[in-house]
């Protein structure tokens, strides 16, 4: 396991939450930049899957994904949920170790600027 997935003693692993709020095309575009940066577990497929089921979403429903992703040579959990509210756009969390929470942060900064991207360590855990 890498070193930037944080082994809690218990054998859980720590994640971090990166929050952001987008139109559902944007999305689209946001998670096909991040799968292509990933080695392996989560394709072009899997984001057209996944956006597709969002349009139909209602009102106070989500849609969460967890695949287990190969990145920079090692596997580690990507929890994607989207969450749809009376508003156009949805929230996407993504809950993973940091190191995949540093890319989906910069995938947001690179192609959307600063918008309303947040970003909060640990202490989210789940079973290693």
Same mark, same amino acid.
């Given at each position: ?5 944080? @082994?809690?003693? #218990?054998?859980?692993?720590? @994640? /971090? $939450? ?7 095309? *944007?999305? $689209? ?7 292509? $940066? ?10 057209? *899957? ?11 429903? /989500? ?8 990145? *920079?040579?090692? *596997? @580690? ?7 749809? /509210? ?22 947001? $900064? #690179? ?18």
């Amino acid at each position: 396991m890498s070193t930037n997935c944080r @082994l809690t003693e #218990a054998g859980s692993v720590t @994640l /971090d $939450r990166v929050f952001v709020r987008l139109p559902p095309q *944007q999305i $689209r575009t946001l998670l096909l930049a991040i799968a292509a $940066r990933l080695d392996d577990g989560f394709t072009k497929a899997n984001v057209e *899957q996944f956006c597709s089921e969002l349009v139909a979403l209602s009102a106070d429903d /989500d849609l969460m994904i967890e695949p287990i992703v190969a990145y *920079q040579g090692a *596997q @580690l959990p990507l929890v994607i949920d989207a969450f749809k /509210d009376a508003s156009p756009s949805l929230e996407l969390v993504f809950m993973t170790p940091a190191l995949l929470a540093d890319l989906a942060e910069s995938e947001v $900064r #690179a192609l959307f600027g600063d918008i309303s991207v947040r970003r909060i360590p640990g202490p989210t855990e789940i079973a290693g």
